[in-house]
């Protein structure tokens, strides 16, 4: 069974970064898949954030690309995500996923709540 | 790219049927056959409930359908349960290596 888990800081200043860490279990990453980040403020709907393949080749949503860097070590088994110059606008529970391509995802972590406030 | 078109609430009653639809354009859910529904329980992570428009991942009851007509796809819930009451959400591949999500459908079970 997959099993991903989110870990990292849960709040973080106005104009810092955000940084998160996703290590998966029950499956290689280098076997494989694309492994994505999805975001969803309290209360609404779900954001793609962007992805990455197992060879390093990464992919963003267009809203977020200047301040979004997602990156694998797969001697770990694990993904991260890099949001800069965060707002209280990125204030979300942010999920690390598996993708089937861009078509769907298929195994979600639990989410991690962030808050952004000084 | 412009989040997928959800109405924000559907009903329906035990035993009843309802359908959620969720509206995009000929660049993401007309144009491809890569319509995903998610189902979102109250601070649970989405699961995936319908994948290619109507395929069921294994373990999800088939009470659960999925269609698409043009630029619309829709979610069909048959025989309503109090546990399907919960947040749905669909998705897309919006071309270019993107993925487009909806804004969301609230379930109630009345």
């Known amino acids: 069974q997959v099993q991903l888990q989110e870990s990292g800081p849960g709040l973080v200043k106005p104009s810092e970064t955000l940084s998160l860490t996703c290590p998966v279990s029950?499956?290689?990453?280098?076997?494989?898949?694309?492994w994505g980040w999805i975001r969803q403020p309290p209360g609404k709907g779900l954001e793609w954030i962007g992805s990455?393949?197992?060879?390093?080749?990464?992919y963003y949503s267009s809203s977020l690309k200047s301040r979004v860097t997602i990156s694998v070590d797969t001697s770990k088994n694990q993904f991260s995500l890099k949001l800069t110059s965060v707002t209280a606008a990125d204030t979300a529970f942010y999920y690390c996923?598996?993708?089937?391509?861009?078509?769907?995802?298929?195994?979600w972590g639990q989410g991690i709540l962030v808050t952004v406030s000084s | 790219q412009s989040a997928l078109i959800q109405p924000p609430s559907a009903s329906g009653s035990p035993g009843q049927s309802v359908t959620i639809s969720c509206t995009g354009t000929s660049s993401d859910v007309g144009g491809y056959n890569y319509v995903s529904w998610y189902q979102q329980h109250p601070g649970k992570a989405p699961k995936l409930i319908i994948f290619e428009v109507n395929k069921w991942p294994s373990g999800v009851p088939d009470r659960f359908s999925g269609s698409k007509s043009g630029n619309t796809a829709s979610l069909t819930v048959s025989g309503l349960r109090a546990e399907d009451e919960a947040d749905y959400y669909c998705s897309s591949y919006g071309g270019s290596n993107n993925l487009v999500f909806g804004g969301g459908t609230k379930l109630t079970v009345l």
């Open positions: 996923a598996r993708q089937r391509g861009h078509q769907l995802v298929d195994y």
């Open positions: 990455i393949y197992q060879s390093g080749s990464t």
């Open positions: 029950g499956y290689s990453i280098s076997s494989g898949y694309f």
